[in-house]
Structure formats: C-alpha cells, structure tokens
C-alpha cells in the first residue's frame, strides 16, 4: 500500500470546491492501495484555518472525515515524533519552518513517506516530494 501524507493545504483543497487542487484531492483517496496520512498536529492547523477563513462550521466536517474514514491514517505526535521533530526544526534553522511542518516531516520520515499532498515548498527543501500545484 502506498502513502501519502495530507498537509493543511491538500486537506484544505480536499474540502473548498473552489481550491485549484480540489479535483486532485478528490481523486487522491480512490487511487488503488492508496492511504492517506495526517497527524492531529495536522488537524489542529486545518481547525484553526477554518476559524481564520469564516468557515468554522467545516471543523464538524473534518473531524467527522477523520474518525470515521478508511482512507485516512491519523498519526499522533507523541514524544517519540515531537522530538525528532524537533532535531527537524534544528536541521533546517535558516529556513522558516513551523514546528508542525517538522512533525509532518518526522512522521513521514518514520513510516517511509515521500508522497505529500501540499503546496508548501517546504516539504521539497526538507527532501519530499510535494504532489498538489502550487497556488500562484
């Protein structure tokens, strides 16, 4: 099975019809052997970027997708990830990373992850491969 990790802009695009990457989001969870993974760090950022954006009422919508999906694998930033997450954010001190783009990149670093539905160049400096166009 092969597993792609969902960054807040692919959830983000996964949810607005709007979003340039909503069709690629759609299709993404009914690729064959294809998983989906985020971390609750991840859920808390998209949470919060609803709030930001008016469209708080879509946090009821994610966290209904998450619990109750087949598709989508929740990993928990526990001690183990939150301190390699942190040797992440040390690694790459000139760059302006968040520390949840450092547990993303711990967490899919640990389960052997290259594949992240995102837009943030981010993740292509830490050494993945994003998969979602970046929005000009």
């Not at 990790?5 to 993404?28: C, K, Q, Y």
């Not at 859920?43 to 946090?59: N, P």
């Not at 899919?108 to 995102?118: F, P």
């Amino acid at each position: 099975m092969k597993s792609v990790f969902v960054d807040t802009s692919g959830i983000f695009a996964w949810i607005n019809s709007r979003d340039p990457n909503h069709e690629t989001m759609r299709e993404l969870p009914m690729l064959p052997n294809t998983q989906l993974v985020i971390t609750d760090y991840i859920v808390d950022e998209v949470c919060t970027l609803f709030v930001a954006r008016g469209i708080a009422h879509q946090r009821r919508r994610l966290l209904e997708m998450v619990e109750n999906s087949q598709i989508v694998r929740m990993e928990w930033v526990g001690r183990d990830l939150f301190h390699k997450a942190r040797d992440w954010m040390f690694r790459f001190e000139d760059h302006p990373l968040s520390f949840t783009d450092c547990t993303s990149f711990a967490c899919m670093e640990s389960l052997g992850i290259t594949d992240a539905a995102t837009t943030d160049h981010h993740f292509l400096i830490a050494g993945f491969h994003p998969i979602l166009q970046a929005k000009t």
